[in-house]
């Protein structure tokens, strides 16, 4: 875990706030989404639960968002009666996971605007099935670096 924590500092630039613990692997076997406690170490909540730490598939996420991708995938999560009920799933299975904290994925509380695809990317990656989540997956197309891990770089 020592070593994770070390490799999770370095992806991020800082040490993280709430880590709990890597929920997902990159195919190289680095950490890639980690998971988060409800409250840093200093008692604030911390409502985002899975934080991505892979800093080719974050870059891929924040090229999504920057395009538009937040008020797009906002808009067909509204009109796709299927990613309606997928992110419904997610944000209540979310409030099950942490009853300490309102909040579905990402800590969001507003409805009908995601807050961040990098925190549905995380949830889908940890918790398989997420419709939604697997479809901003999707867009970014190459998820993880063909061939090596940007933890090495």
């Not at 009109?79 to 992110?87: G, I, K, M, N, Q």
């Not at 309102?102 to 940890?126: D, E, I, M, P």
């Amino acid at each position: 875990m020592d070593d994770d924590l070390a490799i999770v500092e370095r992806q991020l630039g800082r040490k993280p706030r709430a880590f709990r613990r890597v929920a997902v692997r990159c195919p190289y076997g680095a950490p890639a989404v980690v998971e988060q406690n409800p409250f840093d170490g200093a008692g604030e909540p911390f409502p985002t639960q899975f934080w991505l730490t892979c800093r080719h598939l974050a870059a891929a996420i924040s090229r999504i968002e920057a395009a538009g991708g937040v008020e797009r995938w906002t808009e067909a999560s509204e009109a796709d009666p299927e990613l309606r009920t997928s992110l419904g799933r997610a944000h209540a299975e979310q409030q099950e996971l942490r009853p300490e904290l309102a909040g579905g994925v990402g800590g969001s509380t507003r409805t009908g605007s995601l807050k961040c695809l990098h925190a549905h990317a995380a949830f889908a990656l940890a918790r398989p099935g997420y419709l939604l989540g697997d479809r901003i997956l999707a867009e970014a197309r190459q998820v993880w670096p063909e061939d090596r891990c940007c933890a090495t770089l």
